[in-house]
């Protein structure tokens, strides 16, 4: 992969911000890398997701506004779906569209360092998915971020409930590993279940991650085998032959 990059610590799989060069800023190639590495992820045997950025400057700057991406690829429950545990290991910077990346995770671990910052009201442009945070910390606070654009620094995240744990720098990728390692040890049954039931039936959905929802899955029957044969079929004049897939 060009801009991810993935590796195994026994059962926990990192999947890595790669373009620290840029911030990590997220491009179109980003997005879709961190959505196929999801996807493999969930297909594997690994127990536990890390996702987390290389470099110290930041976990992400968010969407790359010279090279705008399909951000709800690589968000987590919306452009992907896994029943495992993932967790966020926050260092620097963190920042729109990458806030709303830690904020889906189950668990977020960050440096003592981090900050996390959404300035799209500065910048005049939304996707919206940052709607679910009063879902996830205190409203005013959530609207303090969103509204005031106001930076969060790594204690009062923790405080407020966006992260669980605030480490010394540079270790939040340790930490979070330590803690997919004591996972791994569970039950998956319980696990997936637990995380799945918070996932469906607790937590709301904003309107964009509703909609980003429904697009991920009409790209799905658009990017089809089926979609393939129904083209093909018609241009060849005969009966298709759907399979499903």
Not at 160 to 178: R, Y
Not at 185 to 194: E, H, T
């Amino acid at each position: 992969m060009e801009h991810v990059k993935v590796r195994d610590e026994g059962p926990v799989r990192i999947v890595s911000l790669n373009r620290p060069d840029r911030g990590n800023a997220i491009n179109r190639r980003m997005a879709e890398e961190v959505q196929q590495a999801m996807l493999e992820f969930d297909r594997s045997e690994q127990r536990v997701a890390v996702l987390t950025g290389e470099g110290d400057k930041a976990f992400s700057f968010g969407a790359d506004v010279a090279e705008p991406p399909e951000l709800w690829r690589a968000v987590p429950n919306v452009g992907w779906q896994t029943d495992k545990p993932l967790i966020a290991a926050v260092e620097g910077w963190c920042i729109g569209g990458a806030l709303v990346l830690a904020m889906m995770a189950d668990l977020c671990v960050c440096g003592a360092r981090a900050k996390f910052y959404y300035p799209e009201a500065k910048l005049g442009l939304t996707g919206g998915m940052i709607a679910a945070l009063p879902s996830r910390i205190p409203h005013k606070i959530a609207m303090e971020i969103m509204l005031l654009c106001r930076t969060v620094e790594a204690e009062r995240a923790a405080r407020v409930g966006l992260v669980n744990e605030v480490v010394p720098e540079g270790q939040a990728l340790a930490k979070a590993v330590e803690w997919g390692r004591e996972m791994a040890g569970f039950a998956p049954l319980v696990m997936s279940a637990l995380k799945r039931m918070v996932v469906d039936e607790i937590l709301p959905r904003g309107p964009s991650e509703r909609w980003a929802l429904q697009g991920a899955r009409l790209a799905a029957i658009r990017d089809s085998e089926d979609f393939r044969e129904g083209v093909a079929a018609f241009r060849e004049r005969r009966e298709p032959v759907f399979r499903g897939r």
